[in-house]
């Protein structure tokens, strides 16, 4: 009992001492030789998580990252390996979407059961992204030099939208009502009617870069969007006004442009993660008005894909050429103790120290 009681009064007097968290490697390989690994979704909880490997297979994992599992076979692929491209998650993890290219052989493949089965949804498109709703209802997913598509129930049917274009990737609020989406040296376009209709920015600034990823808050409001040898860009009104946002590396004197190659959020839209094909790691936590980079190794790194829990503190990212890397964020600064609690603790531990002086036992 006694040492119960002196547990508690340890946990009072080292609530400060919280552990530093960093960057850590998976302990699976998800790919070799030639494979590449491409596109990377996260549960809500950053619990599950599922990525794909282009020339390869889908990989899943349970347990935030640690381990990885292959999924798929011969018989549920069209073919061995795939040149997977996207992939999307609901909120649970259970639902998962995703898509490979070729414009013979690209398909839409969807599971119900966290990736152990999938099923062929589609037909043959060169498809480059997809995302869904929370709750893995509605999905749109892009098909590059042809439509963006949408369906309303959880990929079992898909509908064509708007013209062709270059589609490259698309992203979702919470409830799959709002929608942007990035058209490779074009404009990025949104919509506010789960994908029935469309709408460009039509701002010269926008138009003509190679956009590679974008991101979307769970209300749809704050967006970010990633150009390949340029910048990120932040919306905070549903995707009507832009700002480029520069960045600085250590040493450097001026903003430069970078290989962006995907971007993700937190679902508040205030923490967001981006990667640098041949860089590395950028983070912010104040919607994209500022930011920091992270070097989770020592050289630079083809980093890929990207994506975050909804609290955004926990990421999952990729090497294209190397393997999967997971971060945890250091939990918050406990509250400072009370004058109370202060004196009891204080109480406590000359209470116990008196005690065992007495009973002639060593306080451990």
């Known amino acids: 009992m006694l040492r119960d009681l002196l547990a508690v009064l340890l946990t009072f007097a080292t609530l400060g001492s919280a552990r530093a968290s960093t960057w850590t490697e998976a302990t699976t390989a998800v790919r070799t030789g030639v494979q590449e690994l491409y596109r ?7 619990t599950k998580l599922a990525a794909t490997v282009y020339a390869g297979y889908i990989w899943t994992s349970t347990d935030s990252g640690e381990t990885w599992t292959p999924t798929g076979s011969t018989q549920e692929w069209t073919g061995n390996t795939q040149e997977w491209r996207g992939v999307t998650s609901s909120s649970d993890g259970t639902k998962l979407a995703a898509v490979t290219t070729g414009p013979t052989h690209g398909y839409i493949y969807v599971s119900t059961d966290s990736g152990a089965t999938w099923t062929t949804r589609s037909d043959a498109q060169s498809w480059f992204g997809i995302t869904s709703s929370s709750d893995g209802t509605k999905l749109a997913a892009c098909a590059n030099g042809g439509h963006i598509y949408t369906s309303f129930d959880s990929g079992m049917t898909w509908t064509p939208r708007d013209a ?3 589609w490259y990737r698309v992203a979702s609020s919470s ?20 994908g029935v209709s469309w709408t460009p920015t039509g701002d010269a600034d926008l138009i003509g870069h190679g956009w590679r990823g974008i991101t979307s ?6 967006l970010a969007a990633v150009a390949d040898n340029g910048y990120i860009w932040t919306s905070a009104d549903s995707g009507g ?3 480029k946002r520069e960045t600085w590396s250590e040493g450097q004197s001026a903003a430069s442009a970078r290989a962006w190659f995907d971007i993700t959020s937190s679902s508040d839209g205030t923490k967001l993660a981006a990667t640098v094909n041949g860089g590395y790691i950028w983070t912010s936590a104040n919607s ?3 930011w920091t980079e992270v070097k989770p ?10 994506a975050s829990s909804s609290d955004g503190t926990e990421l999952v990212a990729l090497v294209r050429f190397g393997n999967v890397w997971t971060y945890q964020y250091p939990p918050p600064p406990p509250p400072p103790l009370t004058c109370c609690e202060e004196s009891f603790a204080k109480r406590g531990f000359a209470v116990g120290r008196a005690f065992a002086l007495r009973s002639g036992r060593e306080l451990r």
Do not use: F, H, P
């Open 241 to 243: 006004t832009w700002t």
């Open 297 to 306: 190794t020592e050289t630079t790194q083809k980093w890929s894909g990207i």
């Open 217 to 222: 808050s769970s209300d749809g409001t704050k």
């Open 288 to 290: 994209g008005a500022t």
């Open 175 to 194: 409830d799959g009502t709002k929608l942007a989406a990035t058209v490779d040296g074009g404009d990025i376009y949104t919509s506010i009617d789960s």
């Open 164 to 166: 062709q274009r270059n």
């Open 40 to 46: 990377v979704t996260s549960s809500s909880d950053g």
